[in-house]
């Protein structure tokens, strides 16, 4: 109990104190009229109110990764926490601020093109492509998901496909959804529905940590007990339980939902609250689920330890999707039979709502590349058809598999956003004349480092796990070293990189 409740301090003071900090190296400009304000059109640019906005942001990047993603990550112990805290504060924090506040100051662009003005026409046509393939796969995770968790409520039929069983009536009920919330404008459907979810997800999630700490607390994994790696199927805890561990810490997913607000955001001060904030909220959410999947499977009477419990558990259905059985136990177990159906519900919603705005980032992007007036409704429909005929495709494919190719999709994608941040720092910090730049503060001069740091950290993680993880290069064991080497130098040559653009551009 006492590491968890130590990380849900650790996320709140970060909010009110590196938050704080990232504000001001990014420098907001109160006066500044937003998108929603300088170019309204009844579909995407609605401007909200901010509290509206926050928990539909929250419900956007809540999806299956802080629940689904922080109880696969409690798989490799103890460790989890501190990446959920640290990795929220450092960088999912300054991922999730700078992409939504960057969408603001270009006029509520799409991550791509945020990304492209800042390293180059070439890496934009590249996140374009990445960019729609990460939603896609997204989509099509945060369909199945709740689908099979929807079958654990009824008698609805699921059929057996190759190996894996797909709830098919609860997919074309969510894919029917999908469609509608991906087209319609914003306020229609988003607007007026997700912050009831969000606030529901909240709720539940505060549900389970009272009944894990008033009854379980004895139970909870510690980070004292040690940090070795308790996954049994022989992967390294670096870089997998990083990438496992993917929207409750940092998510290049996260950068593509930020746009969606940025266009109903009505002043720059409430980016942080909004885009900052609901990250912190995004990562409790995380951490509560990660310690309710340590503890519930302990078993005092015979020594079993939490996670170990788990990993007996997940050995017991092989093939099946561990962390939707993980929730239903819980919430059911935890909060009875009503409490438990509701729990459910909540993190049924969180995935739903944001596979939809998944494909509502997806249309915008292609809208923003081919410059398509997204007004006619007929101009949203000839970009969405495509996409849902994909993501239809896709849910034919065994979910796990899905998932770890979308992780590392995903964490990728965060890398050229938190490089993009970078650069775009630098600029402001080192813009004008030599002169001027020798009176400006460290804060404007050195600020870019709150996106460097992190996007070193990460160009680490993804290079070594496409070497290492079994869905890359597949390294065996006594070769993981190569694995290491090879992410360090491409690192490093990043950072060079990066260096010699900043001589140049100084």
């Known amino acids: 109990m006492i590491s968890f409740l130590i990380a849900l301090v650790l996320l709140e003071v970060g909010f009110f104190t590196y938050g704080v900090l990232v504000e001001k190296i990014f420098g907001v400009e109160p006066d500044r009229k937003t998108p929603a304000l300088t170019k309204p059109d009844g579909v995407d640019f609605v401007p909200m109110a901010p509290w509206r906005i926050f928990l539909i942001q929250f419900l956007n990047i809540a999806g299956l990764g802080p629940i689904f993603g922080a109880i696969m990550g409690i798989f490799y112990g103890p460790a989890a926490f501190l990446w959920i805290v640290f990795g929220t504060i450092f960088a999912g924090g300054v991922h999730d601020y700078l992409s939504g506040m960057l969408s603001i100051r270009k006029g509520g662009a799409s991550l791509p093109e945020i990304v492209g003005d800042e390293l180059g026409k070439h890496t934009k046509k590249f996140l374009r492509i990445l960019s729609l393939v990460l939603l896609i796969l997204l989509t099509t995770t945060f369909l199945s998901g709740p689908a099979t968790l929807l079958q654990g409520l009824d008698s609805l039929q699921a059929i057996p496909y190759h190996g894996h069983v797909i709830p098919i009536a609860w997919v074309l009920i969510i894919f029917c959804y999908y469609a509608l919330a991906t087209v319609l404008p914003v306020d229609k459907l988003i607007g007026r529905f997700y912050p009831i979810f969000g606030a529901i997800l909240l709720f539940m999630g505060l549900g389970i940590m009272v009944v894990m700490l008033g009854w379980h607390s004895s139970e909870m994994p510690e980070v004292f007990d040690g940090l070795h790696n308790r996954q049994t199927n022989g992967l390294p805890l670096f870089p997998m339980m990083f990438v496992s561990i993917a929207c409750g810490a940092i998510s290049g997913f996260h950068g593509t939902q930020s746009p969606i607000m940025a266009r109903c955001i009505t002043n720059e001060r409430q980016g942080r609250w909004i885009f900052y904030g609901a990250m912190v909220a995004e990562g409790i959410l995380a951490l509560i689920w990660a310690a309710a999947a340590g503890t519930f499977f302990a078993n005092p009477e015979e020594g079993v330890y939490g996670i170990d419990g788990l990993q007996a558990f997940a050995a017991q259905h092989p093939g099946e999707n561990i962390a939707a059985l993980v929730i239903d136990k819980v919430s059911r177990s935890w909060l009875g039979k009503v409490g438990g159906i509701l729990a459910i519900i909540g993190v049924i919603a969180a995935p739903i709502t944001s596979g939809d705005t998944a494909l509502r980032s997806a249309r915008l992007i292609v809208a923003d590349f081919m410059h398509m007036d997204q007004r006619p409704t007929p ?128």
């Open 379 to 506: 101009h949203r429909l000839e970009i969405a058809l495509p996409l849902f005929i994909c993501v239809f495709g896709l849910v034919f494919v065994d979910f796990n598999v899905i998932w770890r190719y979308f992780a590392w999709t995903n964490q990728t994608l965060a890398c050229f956003t938190l490089w993009a941040g970078t650069v775009w720092l630098f600029k402001k910090g080192h813009q004008n004349a030599s002169p001027i730049i020798e009176n400006r503060s460290k804060m404007d001069r050195f600020g870019f480092l709150i996106a460097l740091i992190p996007a070193l950290f990460m160009t680490m993680v993804c290079t070594s796990y496409i070497l290492i993880a079994p869905e890359g290069f597949d390294l065996p064991i006594e070769q993981r070293w190569i694995g290491y080497v090879v992410a360090g130098i491409v690192t490093f040559v990043c950072l060079d990189i990066f260096f010699l653009w900043a001589k140049r551009h100084k």
